[in-house]
């Protein structure tokens, strides 16, 4: 019997913690060893196998608090059984067939989280085969419906790095606002095979309920040697509370709007009719990933091809506090909703930090928004600059 189940998403910190010093060891069984490795990282991988992560938390580092976000609710299909999350996976779940082991995990990850590309290209890795260029992994990829939304399948087939055992990854890529969640299924080749069509209708079953407000997480404990974390300091998490908000003039007919994970503002806009747009403010330490795949990452929201770099490259720049900001402007359709959209996004480096500001939505509607948006951008005033 198919059971609805809800859980609670895992927080941006715990996520992107476990990256670097979790993962999820290798399950023990007795036929059959499950990779449940789930680190996200930027670069593709260099050699074909993974590199293994430690199994555990360092001794003396808080578990992290998920208990303040979005929940996640599905239907489990028969024979999917729980198990244990970890500190990165927001859903768990094994199958178990006639000695053969299979692993499926949901992972959601804030900003462009390192391309789909890098991602993709570290399943392959996992199951012994070589990256492929962004044109190859497009090819390559299957339309399927995740909470409504269009969204990329990979399936891969390989074998098990060191046994040589046929092994196969169906790895789902969702993009939903500012966060990117992967479902993946891993484990013997032909019991993945078999449970293809299960793993599709899960996804077509995901629904996400209205996020509730970050919560915040202590890094302070980290060893020395621990790598930088990308998007986050060493002491807490980008969210709408750690991060100190700028001052702007809001232009009027412009409507606060309820926050969602990563967020630090948000604004609704409403024309006459049921035409809508809306204005996302977001932050992250660094370069936030990279100029490329962040606005490679607005244009698949349309569903739009990525640019090159040398397209990127030339995108027209502005004048905001200071410094030169990217100015991105295109028109699409929206993958959620199906209708024709536009979106403006202005990528702004300031002290350490990059300034992620977009409008999406309707078409006329964001073309008579967008010099009012780009004024807005401009009469930020931030708390390092004033």
């Known amino acids: ?96 067939e006639s000695g053969k082991q299979a692993d499926v995990s949901v992972i959601p990850l804030g900003g462009s989280a390192g391309g789909d590309a890098a991602n993709v290209n570290r399943w392959r890795g996992q199951v012994g085969q070589a990256p492929l260029d962004e044109n ?14 269009a969204s990329a399948l990979y399936d891969i087939a390989g074998t098990t790095p060191g046994s040589g055992d046929p092994e196969r990854i169906l790895g789902a890529i969702l ?41 915040t997480m202590d890094m302070s404990q980290l060893p020395a040697s621990h790598p930088a974390i990308p998007s986050m300091n060493a002491a807490s998490t980008p969210t709408a509370e750690a991060v100190a908000k700028p001052t702007w003039s809001v232009p009027a007919g412009w409507q606060p709007g309820e926050l969602a994970q990563f967020l630090v503002a948000r604004f609704v806009i409403a024309a006459s009719g049921d035409a809508s747009a809306a204005v996302n403010v977001s932050q ?36 905001a506090s200071g410094v030169k900001a990217v100015v991105a402007d295109f028109t699409g359709t929206d993958a959620r909703s199906g209708k024709p959209a536009r979106l403006v996004g202005v990528v702004l480096p300031l002290n350490g930090q990059t300034w992620f500001y977009k409008l999406m939505g309707d078409t006329n509607l964001v073309g008579t928004q967008k010099d009012t948006f780009i004024q807005f951008v401009q009469s930020a005033k931030y708390p390092a600059a004033q």
């Open 1 to 96: 019997m198919k059971n609805l189940l809800s859980i609670h998403a895992g927080t941006l910190a715990a996520a992107m913690l476990a990256i670097l010093v979790a993962g999820c060891g290798h399950d023990d069984v007795k036929v059959y060893k499950v990779d449940a490795s789930d680190t996200v990282v930027a670069p593709p991988p260099t050699t074909p196998a993974a590199t293994p992560m430690p199994s555990s938390m360092p001794a003396g580092l808080p578990a992290p608090d998920n208990s303040g976000l979005p929940k996640l609710k599905y239907t489990l299909p028969d024979g999917w059984k729980e198990k244990a999350l970890t500190q990165l996976r927001v859903a768990s779940f094994e199958i178990s």
């Open 136 to 149: 190859a992994l497009s090819k390559s990829a299957e339309a399927v419906q995740i909470a409504g939304q």
């Open 284 to 319: 992250l330490a660094g370069d936030g990933g990279g100029l490329a795949a962040n606005v490679n990452r607005w244009r698949k929201q349309l569903g739009l091809s990525p640019l090159a770099d040398a397209d990127i490259a030339s995108l027209p720049m502005i004048d």
């Open 175 to 215: 993009h939903s606002d500012d966060t990117v969640w992967y479902f993946k299924m891993m484990g013997d080749a032909d019991l993945v095979e078999k449970q293809k069509t299960n793993f599709i209708a899960f996804l077509k079953s995901v629904e996400f309920d209205k996020l509730a407000a970050p919560t």
